[in-house]
């Protein structure tokens, strides 16, 4: 079980949800063990120390901190769907397969105006402690496209859409270990001047497939993309 304290290296107190699944639902007791991560790259080992009601101290034994488990930065950024739970599933899902950061634009076409970070957040730190992680991927909340596309990134930048043009697969456009920021769009798409204002600051535009996909579909696969191609 890993438990998710991002003061941890100053202050010692866990935070009052994770004292309650450890005091209250897992019964644990002073004196036993328990891992923690900071979401910021490290674990540790501790001992719980002092329990009182919803509060529980404990004490750092050992800190060890994780390799990285991919080269090069990973970046999506999505229109966000009608369907809050389908960006609910993508941001579990690449918070299990490894992202850096996720970001979400306000498009022409886009379904949603308002997102709950919040709830991203809560939903991402489970699956980061699920999938054995000690890093926490950044979100920035909704912005707009042009806004967006104007915020400097040191890599390599694309769009996936579905307008017919002469666009290389993405797998063949990233290049390994590389930074690398993908733009996905609303279910309607990008609009024409979106698109041509994304390759105006240095978007290549990418093709994910032959198949048209879903933004959370297209969003994951762009992220998988990414570390398959990291793999090889």
């Known amino acids: 079980m890993l438990f998710y304290a991002p003061d941890i290296a100053l202050n010692r107190q866990l935070p009052e949800t994770e004292a309650h699944h450890c005091l209250k639902v897992l019964r644990m007791q002073p004196g036993d063990s328990l891992r923690l991560t900071d979401g910021k790259g490290y674990f540790y080992e501790a001992e719980i120390a002092e329990v009182h009601l919803n509060r529980c101290r404990v004490n750092l ?34 918070t299990e397969i490894g992202i850096d950061k996720i970001s ?85 798409d990008f609009s024409e001047e979106e698109i041509k204002s994304a390759k105006e600051y240095g978007y290549i535009p990418v093709s994910l497939g032959k198949s048209r996909l879903r933004t959370e579909t297209a969003a994951l696969a762009a992220c998988q993309t990414i570390h398959v191609v990291n793999e090889l």
């Open 104 to 188: 979400f634009l306000d498009c022409r076409f886009s379904e949603r105006k308002e997102i709950s970070i919040d709830r991203l957040r809560k939903i991402m730190i489970s699956a980061m402690k699920q999938s054995e992680k000690a890093r926490l991927p950044e979100l920035q909340a909704m912005t707009g496209f042009k806004e967006y596309i104007g915020q400097h990134f040191d890599g390599r930048k694309f769009i996936a859409h579905c307008y017919p043009e002469e666009k290389s697969p993405l797998a063949q456009a990233c290049r390994k270990h590389e930074n690398a920021r993908i733009l996905i769009g609303p279910e309607g």
């Open 61 to 94: 034994l050992k800190t060890i901190p994780q390799d990285p488990l991919w080269r090069g930065r990973i970046e999506i950024a999505l229109a966000p769907t009608k369907n809050f739970d389908r960006v609910e599933w993508f941001a579990e899902k690449a």
